[in-house]
C-alpha cells in the first residue's frame, strides 16, 4: 500500500507504473532521470503540494495498483517468481 510516507525509491521500484503518475504532477523521480530522495510527501511538497493533494496523490496511486494488481491477476500470463530472479 502507498503512504505519504514511502520512500520515493522504494514507490518506483514497488509500483513502477507511479513514475508517469508523478511526471504528470511535476514531481520527479528516479527513473525520471533527476534523482529525488526521501519520501512521497516531501518531494510534492517541495512541489508546491499541501496535505489535501498529498492524500490525493496518495488514494489515485492506490487505486491505480489496486487496478494493476487486478488486470495481473485476470490475465492468462504466466506469473514469476521473482524471489528466484534475485529482484
Do not use: Q
Not at 532521470?33 to 493533494?53: C, F, N, Q, R
Amino acid at each position: 500500500m502507498i503512504k505519504p510516507d514511502i520512500e520515493i525509491e522504494d514507490l518506483v521500484r514497488d509500483y513502477p507504473y507511479s513514475v508517469r503518475y508523478l511526471m504528470e504532477h511535476g514531481i520527479k523521480c528516479i527513473a525520471c532521470g533527476e534523482p529525488v530522495w526521501g519520501t512521497l510527501a516531501e518531494a510534492a511538497k517541495e512541489k508546491g503540494y499541501g496535505e489535501d493533494d498529498i492524500l490525493r496523490f496518495v488514494s489515485e496511486m492506490n487505486e491505480i495498483a489496486e487496478k494493476a494488481s487486478d488486470a495481473a491477476e485476470d490475465s492468462n500470463l504466466p506469473k514469476i517468481d521473482t524471489g528466484k530472479l534475485g529482484l
